[in-house]
C-alpha cells in the first residue's frame, strides 16, 4: 500500500485521518457499564468463604501505553492512535475489568494486594496476544495462574486459553467492546474454577489449550 504506511485497510483512513486533524481526544475503558437489577445468583448466596487477588495483568509492552493500538494481521504493521485512548494503562484497564467481573460472578472481595490470613485465591493473568483488527475483530490470547493462600487442600493451576469476539461494525467503539467481551468470557472460564476449585470447562467463544496443576 504505497503512499500510506500507516494505512492498514481501508475503513481505518478515515479514523487515522481524524488523529492527525482533530486535537480532541476519545477515552474509552472496558469497565463494563454499570449492571442494573438482580444480584447474581453466586453474590445473592452471600460470600464464597475465600477473597480474591486479582494480580497486575501482564501485557506486551508495545501495547501497555495509553494509545489505542491497531494491528494488521497481514502483516507487521501497527498503528498508534495517539487521539484514541484508555483511560488508564492497558494493563490497569485489564485488571480492573477482570476484578470487576470476578467479584460480580463470585460474590467475593478483591484485596489486590497482600491477602494476609485470609483464605484466598490469587489470579494471575498475563496476555500473550492482544490484538485489534479494526472493523473486524479482537483477540486476547491468555494465561493464568490460579494460586490458593491458606486453602487447604486446593492446588495451583495454570491455564491458557484465547478467546476471539468478531467486531459487528466499523468504530473503535465496537472494537473496545469486543475486547469486553473478550475478556469476560476468559473471565467466565476462571469464575468457574474458583466456584468448583475445579479444572477449567471450555465455554463459548473460548478455545481452551489445557491446565496444569502444580
Known amino acids: 500500500m504505497r503512499g500510506a504506511k500507516f494505512l492498514l485497510v481501508p475503513a481505518l483512513a478515515a479514523v487515522l485521518a481524524a488523529c492527525a486533524s482533530t486535537p480532541a481526544s476519545h477515552y474509552y475503558t472496558l469497565m463494563p457499564a454499570a449492571q442494573r437489577g438482580a444480584a447474581p445468583e453466586s453474590a445473592a448466596a452471600g460470600a464464597p468463604g475465600y477473597v480474591i487477588s486479582v494480580q497486575p495483568v501482564g501485557v506486551p509492552e508495545q501495547l501497555d501505553r495509553l494509545q489505542i493500538v491497531i494491528t494488521d494481521p497481514a502483516s507487521t504493521q501497527v498503528a498508534i492512535l495517539n487521539s484514541y485512548l484508555w483511560a488508564s494503562p492497558l494493563s490497569e484497564e485489564l485488571?480492573?475489568?477482570l476484578s470487576d467481573d470476578l467479584t460480580e460472578r463470585l460474590g467475593a472481595i478483591d484485596?489486590?494486594?497482600?491477602?494476609?490470613?485470609?483464605?484466598?485465591?490469587?489470579?494471575?493473568?498475563?496476555?500473550?496476544?492482544?490484538?485489534?483488527?479494526?472493523?473486524?475483530?479482537?483477540?486476547?490470547?491468555?494465561?493464568?495462574?490460579?494460586?490458593?493462600?491458606?486453602?487447604?487442600?486446593?492446588r495451583k493451576t495454570v491455564c491458557r486459553a484465547s478467546a476471539r469476539v468478531e467486531v459487528q461494525q466499523e468504530g473503535v467503539s465496537a472494537l473496545v467492546a469486543a475486547h469486553q467481551e473478550a475478556l469476560r468470557r476468559v473471565g467466565g472460564v476462571i469464575?468457574?474454577?474458583?466456584?468448583?476449585?475445579?479444572?477449567?470447562v471450555a465455554a463459548d467463544g473460548v478455545d481452551l489449550k489445557g491446565c496444569s496443576v502444580l
Open 95 to 97: 485488571r480492573n475489568a
Open 191 to 200: 469464575a468457574g474454577q474458583l466456584q468448583g476449585g475445579r479444572q477449567a
Open 111 to 154: 484485596v489486590a494486594g497482600a491477602a494476609g490470613n485470609a483464605p484466598a485465591w490469587r489470579v494471575a493473568l498475563t496476555l500473550q496476544r492482544f490484538e485489534s483488527v479494526y472493523g473486524q475483530y479482537a483477540l486476547q490470547d491468555a494465561t493464568w495462574q490460579l494460586t490458593p493462600v491458606n486453602l487447604e487442600g486446593k
